[in-house]
Nanobody, 115 residues
Framework: QVQLVESGGGLVQPGGSLRLSCAAS????????MNWYRQAPGKERELVAT????????NYADSVKGRFTISRDNAKNTVYLQMNSLKPEDTAVYYC????????WGQGTQVTVSS
């Protein structure tokens, strides 16, 4: 059974940084693209960043380009999202996601950017 468990969220001041982690189990992690999504209150869930199975290619939403970095460690079955220069509009629940015949989601981790 595929499980995705996010961690690393919290409260941070504008301009600060956080590093999110997503530990995956129940799958051959190195074979699959991994994604980070986020959902702010009253808004639809949006794709933030994605990384290919080997980590050779990444893509980002325009709103986070130059500030966020997605990476993975296939030996640890973990994908990361390094978030720098955080803004209040980055406040959201952040979700790890992958697709293996169907979509799998973690439980989410709350990120709040506020002074």
């Amino acid at each position: 059974q595929v499980q995705l468990v996010e961690s690393g969220g919290g409260l941070v001041q504008p301009g600060g940084s956080l590093r999110l982690s997503c530990a995956a189990s129940g799958l051959t992690f190195r074979l699959y693209r991994m994604n980070w999504y986020r959902q702010a209150p009253g808004k639809e869930r949006e794709l933030v960043a994605t990384i290919t199975s080997a980590g050779s290619s990444t893509n980002y939403a325009d709103s986070v380009k130059g500030r966020f970095t997605i990476s993975r460690d296939n030996a640890k079955n973990t994908v990361y999202l390094q978030m720098n220069s955080l803004k209040p509009e980055d406040t959201a629940v952040y979700y790890c996601n992958t697709v293996i015949s169907r979509e799998y989601w973690g439980q989410g981790t709350q990120v709040t950017v506020s002074s």
